[in-house]
């Protein structure tokens, strides 16, 4: 489902420079040690705090906000450096709730990999390479399932992924089957 080489490929966001699973993984190993993530998955609500050291602004919508933006859980906007969450997304955020973890470091991920530059979409054919929401997702992957601690750990199950990192079991299963697939675990 998420191959670069995938056919027929429905486009989720916008167009942005190509971006490898190689290269995604290298920015968020990179992401992590600039933000001083250890192995271990933080806590949401200090991780949350400790973004503004970085200058990334964490802005929570008021309830007529929310409202206008029914079905959005969060929003990068990288030109200002600001995360946007909607009340429930923060309070979830609050509770270390698994699946939050992940739509916090996808937003993250449109950030550090500067999505900021849209190509004309008519000059591409749709690749997950190409979509900002596919590199998001790997990215997220990536900074919340580090291959190298899940080699460490001999994490050879989806739960046991979703345990160790306090993640969904989804999100757990999709880097699980990818890996395999790749031949890494
Ligand atoms: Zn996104």
């Given amino acids: 489902m998420d191959r670069p080489s995938d056919q027929g490929y429905r486009l989720r966001g916008h167009i942005v420079s190509p971006r490898s699973v190689e290269d995604i993984r290298s920015a968020a190993m990179g992401a992590q040690t600039v933000l001083g993530l250890s192995e271990m998955p933080p806590s949401m609500p200090d991780f949350l705090e400790s973004l503004t050291k970085f200058g990334i602004t964490v802005d929570v919508l008021d309830d007529d906000r929310t409202l206008t933006m029914a079905g959005v859980e969060a929003?990068?906007?990288?030109?200002?450096?600001?995360?946007?969450?909607?009340?429930?997304?923060?309070?979830?955020?609050?509770?270390?709730?698994?699946?939050?973890?992940?739509?916090?470091?996808?937003?993250?991920?449109?950030?550090?990999?500067?999505?900021?530059?849209?190509?004309?979409?008519?000059?591409?054919?749709?690749?997950p390479y190409l979509d900002s929401e596919w590199q998001a997702d790997q990215f997220a992957a990536e900074i919340t399932m580090s291959l190298e601690t899940i080699r460490k750990y001999g994490l050879n199950t989806p739960t046991a992924i979703?345990?160790?990192?306090?993640?969904?079991?989804?999100?757990a299963n999709?880097?699980?089957?990818?890996?395999?697939?790749?031949?890494?675990?």
């Fill in 75 to 127: 929003m990068c906007v990288p030109e200002t450096a600001t995360i946007i969450l909607t009340e429930n997304t923060y309070a979830a955020a609050r509770r270390d709730d698994p699946r939050t973890r992940f739509t916090i470091f996808h937003e993250l991920g449109h950030f550090v990999l500067q999505h900021t530059k849209v190509l004309p979409r008519k000059s591409y054919d749709a690749k």
């Fill in 174 to 185: 999709k880097r699980h089957a990818q890996l395999r697939r790749k031949n890494l675990i």
């Fill in 162 to 171: 979703a345990r160790f990192f306090r993640v969904s079991f989804p999100a």
